[in-house]
């Protein structure tokens, strides 16, 4: 088993800047994959960015590569997802999640932290 917590989340101006952080416990060498959702109000839930626990290679969406970027502290067991230039369309529940392999499913998901951008 794995387990996450999300942190970092808050209220936040337009333009302005946060950093989530995603700490795994549990069986983290199981890790193959790291992700980071978000879901807004009446909306599906969105990929914004995922990492590979070994090499560290990155995928972003299109909403968000080039203004957020993810990285990841293996000796921490910790990933974050720095987002700069926010936007009130940035407005949702974001949360991280831990793929045990490459096919793409996220097995593990953390409970969740609101990220709010006012305009």
């Known amino acids: 088993q794995v387990q996450l917590v999300e942190s970092g989340g808050g209220l936040v101006p337009a333009g302005g800047s946060l950093r989530l952080s995603c700490a795994a416990s549990?069986?983290?060498?199981?890790?193959?994959?790291m992700g980071w959702f978000r879901q807004a109000p009446g909306k599906a839930r969105e990929f914004l960015s995922r990492?590979?626990?070994?090499?560290?290679?990155?995928v972003y969406a299109d909403s968000v590569r080039g203004r957020f970027t993810i990285s990841g502290d293996n000796a921490k067991n910790t990933v974050y997802l720095q987002m700069d230039s926010l936007k009130p369309e940035d407005t949702a529940v974001y949360y991280c999640?831990?793929?045990?392999?490459?096919?793409?499913?996220?097995?593990?998901w953390g409970q969740g932290t609101q990220v709010t951008v006012s305009s």
């Open positions: 999640a831990a793929s045990l392999s490459s096919i793409g499913t996220y097995q593990y």
């Open positions: 549990g069986r983290t060498f199981t890790i193959y994959r």
């Open positions: 990492i590979d626990s070994n090499g560290g290679a990155t």
